[in-house]
Every structure is written in C-alpha cells, then in structure tokens.
T-cell receptor
Framework: EIVMTQSPATLSVSPGERATLSCRASQSISSDLAWYQQKPGQPPRLVIY???IRASGIPARFSGSGSGTEFILTISSLQSEDFAVYYC??????????FGQGTRLEIK | EVQLVESGGGLVQPGGSLRLSCAASGFTFSSHSMNWVRQAPGKGLEWVSS??????????ADSVKGRFTISRDNAESSLYLQMSGLRAEDTAVYYC???FGSGSFDHWGQGALVTVSP
C-alpha cells in the first residue's frame, strides 16, 4: 500500500499571501496525484489532477507541481474562500486508492 | 449538470446491515467507473470500493472486504453499497464518487451518514 503523507497538518496564512502544501508518497507514483479541497459540511472538490492540471472551474491561483514522490500545491494569493482542508490522493498503484491525512489551511 | 445523490444512511446496531444507494444523472453513467469513499467524523478520507463501468472489475479496501458489496444498475443509473456485519468503526459519511480519467474523482455526492451504535 502506498502511504501518502501531507505536511504541515495545519498551515496559518494571511489572506493575499501564498500558501504551499506538501504531499509525499512512500514510493514513486509518477504524476498520478490529485488534490481535493473540502469545506465543513461539504464533499471534497477536485482541484488538481495529474499532479499539475487544474480541474474544471478551478481558479488559476491554484497550481500543482511535482512527480515521483514529492508534490506541492500552491495557492498564489489566498482568498477567503480558499481556507479549507486539502487532501492529496494517489491513483498510480491501487487498490487501495490512498489519501493523505489532510492539511488544514486556516486564516492567520 | 452532474448530480450524485446518496440515500439509505441511518442508525444501525453493531452486526447489522444497511444498503446505500447513489442516484446519478447528468452524464453517461454506464461509461464510468464509480467508487465509494467514506469519512469518519472529524477524520480524513478513506477509499472503500470501486466498480468498473460494466461491473467486471470490483475492488474493496481491506477494512471492508468480505462485509461490503458494491454493485450498480446501469439501466437505472444507480450505484449501491450493501453493508453487513457493521462495526462501530464503520460510522462515517459515505460518498459516492465518479471516477475521472486515470483515477481521480471529479464529482462527489453530498454523502450519507451511517452511524453504527447500540
């Protein structure tokens, strides 16, 4: 099973600043990585797939990078609606499909 | 517009059974693999099960293997999860999710809460 590890667990950033979230895979997953945003009481929303491709309707301030075992989600200028929990997910070697434990992005 | 609507959640005693349904619309259901993903209260996401478009390929997480059964009815555009031998640790919101491309999930339902308690 591929273990996904996200860091930090909580990230405090001021609106308008840049946020950088990390995700590490326990073995190479090529670019088979997705990022999801989840707000309280809502289902997850696909943000990035293929490690760097923005999903439909996702603003350009969201960008993803990385391949192999190290991945980054960057939000260039945080808006109030961006504060949420973010999960990474690998789909390279499954079953099982595995998620990271999440990073909570909170307002500083 | 893609819509996924889960139903069938509720309170069940340990050892009991429950059947979740997911009604799909707004896309060609029969062309897409579908999945169940759950989230225990205050916890992260856990993949539960996957079924291919024609039901030929089915996978389960080890935590539910032998107790849960995924199925689908393409004529009715519906996905199901039959859960038996339920345990307290199965308490979660269960989401149905449409697979996109190689394996991400581009659409999710609002979720169905399953609570396993005496």
């Amino acid at each position: 099973e591929i273990v996904m590890t996200q860091s930090p667990a909580t990230l405090s950033v001021s609106p308008g600043e840049r946020a950088t979230l990390s995700c590490r895979a326990s073995q190479s997953i090529s670019s088979d990585l997705a990022w999801y945003q989840q707000k309280p009481g809502q289902p997850p929303r696909l943000v990035i797939y293929g490690a760097s491709i923005r999903a439909s309707g996702i603003p350009a301030r969201f960008s993803g990078s990385g391949s192999g075992t190290e991945f980054i989600l960057t939000i260039s200028s945080l808006q109030s609606e961006d504060f949420a929990v973010y999960y990474c997910q690998q789909y390279n070697n499954w079953p099982p499909i595995t998620f990271g434990q999440g990073t909570r992005l909170e307002i500083k | 517009e893609v819509q996924l609507v889960e139903s069938g959640g509720g309170l069940v005693q340990p050892g009991g059974s429950l059947r979740l349904s997911c009604a799909a619309s707004g896309f060609t259901f029969s062309s897409h693999s579908m999945n169940w993903v759950r989230q225990a209260p205050g916890k992260g996401l856990e993949w539960v099960s996957s079924i291919s478009s024609g039901s030929a390929t089915i996978y389960y997480a080890d935590s539910v293997k032998g107790r849960f059964t995924i199925s689908r009815d393409n004529a009715e555009s519906s996905l199901y999860l039959q859960m038996s031998g339920l345990r307290a640790e199965d308490t979660a919101v269960y989401y149905c999710a449409k697979r996109f491309g190689s394996g991400s999930f581009d659409h999710w339902g609002q979720g169905a809460l399953v609570t396993v308690s005496p």
